[in-house]
């Protein structure tokens, strides 16, 4: 059985920063960040290979945002900086069979966490 646990949600100003971290349980594969701001559909965020050797970024957070996974923890983290407010959204953990499916955010191929939170004021 899959799980994931998120953690690292908050408050932050315009240009700050936040750090995500998700930790899985039951299975190691390819993990990333989605997310869902309030009357929008889910956007991709991130996805990082299950070794970590390869990563991929929504346009949005493209040089703002960094996915990387400690595999003797079988955790992810998301650093998110130079924070905007169109960045206020719930965040979700989620596992799947390569980065590439992360991306795609196919309803039936994706493991999710609860989600966690994050608002970003300017």
């Known amino acids: 059985q899959v799980q994931l646990v998120e953690a690292g949600g908050g408050l932050a100003q315009a240009g700050g920063a936040l750090r995500l971290s998700c930790a899985a349980s039951?299975?190691?594969?390819?993990m990333g960040w989605l997310r869902q701001a309030p009357g929008k559909e889910h956007e991709f965020v991130a996805a990082?290979?299950?070794?970590?050797?390869?990563?991929i970024y929504g346009d949005s957070v493209k040089g703002r945002f960094t996915i990387s996974r400690d595999n003797a923890n079988n955790s992810i983290y998301l650093q998110m900086n130079t924070l905007k407010s169109e960045d206020t959204a719930t965040y979700y953990c989620?596992?799947?069979?390569?980065?590439?499916?992360?991306?795609?955010?196919?309803?039936?191929?994706?493991?999710w966490g609860q989600g966690t939170q994050v608002t970003v004021s300017s």
């Open positions: 989620v596992l799947g069979s390569s980065s590439t499916t992360i991306r795609r955010m196919a309803p039936d191929s994706l493991f």
């Open positions: 990082i290979s299950t070794n970590g050797d390869y990563s």
């Open positions: 039951g299975r190691t594969s390819a």
